[in-house]
């Protein structure tokens, strides 16, 4: 049974930089795509970023040239970092490991509030 953890969330100034960890207790290279996810209060939870095991990348548009994700496969750990951040990026965020059609598996999130 695979866990995912989520870390690095906080509260941030607007124009201020987070860096998002989610450490994964199987290998990541086991699964075909990673990705992260936000969900604001009473709102649906979409997708801010991906990476594929091709290394091919998806953002969402509002998070393009500011978010970046990445992966380090020795420490089997997905991270996002956000740069420039804004009011409207405050949301629960959450780390997805896909397998395909076998099936994906979420961490618990964490908040990120951006605000003055």
């Known amino acids: 049974q695979v866990q995912a953890v989520e870390s690095g969330g906080g509260l941030v100034q607007p124009g201020g930089s987070l860096r998002l960890s989610c450490a994964a207790s199987?290998?990541?290279?086991?699964?075909?795509?990673l990705g992260w996810y936000r969900q604001a209060t009473g709102k649906q939870r979409d997708l801010v970023a991906s990476?594929?095991?091709?290394?091919?990348?998806n953002y969402a548009d509002s998070v393009k040239g500011r978010f970046t994700i990445s992966r380090d496969n020795a420490k089997n750990t997905v991270y996002l970092q956000m740069n420039s951040l804004k009011p409207e990026d405050t949301a629960v965020y959450y780390c997805?490991?896909?397998?395909?059609?076998?099936?994906?598996?979420w961490g618990q999130g964490t908040q990120v509030t951006v605000s003055s």
């Open positions: 997805r490991l896909g397998r395909g059609w076998l099936g994906n598996y």
């Open positions: 199987a290998s990541i290279l086991s699964f075909t795509t």
């Open positions: 990476i594929a095991n091709g290394g091919i990348t």
